[in-house]
Structure formats: structure tokens, C-alpha cells
């Protein structure tokens, strides 16, 4: 158990040691790497819709084709 609390303890510090690191040596103002984040953020929702949109209409066409395939094979 006491390997496990130091390994934890290890990738905790390594952690904020990293994270403190790319913050000083960021070429971008704090303003700027929120501005692109947000930019980034709102990209991958207007493709995440996009993909929605197309799928959804794929599976509703398929089920169209299956409905009418169905109901040509009852009669």
C-alpha cells in the first residue's frame, strides 16, 4: 500500500510540475489560450452536430428502404 501512496504522490507532483511548466513557457497570453480554447470548444460542437445531422438522416433513409422492403415482402 505504501508503493501505491508514493507512486500517486510521484504522478501528483509530476502533474503540477508539468502543468506549471507549459503555463510559463506558453508563447500565448492567458486571454489567448482561453480565446483559441473556446474557438476549439465550439468547433467540435458545430461538428459534433454535423455528424449528428448526417447520421440521423442516414439511419432514417435505411429505415425507410428496410419499411419498404418489409412491406413488399407482406404482400
Do not use: I
Not at 452536430?49 to 422492403?69: G, I, N, P, S
Amino acid at each position: 500500500m505504501n508503493k501505491f501512496f508514493s507512486f500517486f504522490a510521484g504522478v501528483m507532483c509530476g502533474s503540477v510540475v508539468g502543468a506549471v511548466a507549459a503555463l510559463l513557457m506558453t508563447p500565448a497570453s492567458g486571454a489567448e489560450l482561453t480565446a483559441e480554447a473556446q474557438r476549439r470548444w465550439l468547433e467540435a460542437q458545430a461538428e459534433f452536430k454535423r455528424t449528428e445531422e448526417d447520421t440521423r438522416h442516414q439511419l432514417e433513409h435505411e429505415y425507410a428502404v428496410m419499411r419498404q422492403r418489409a412491406v413488399k415482402s407482406d404482400k
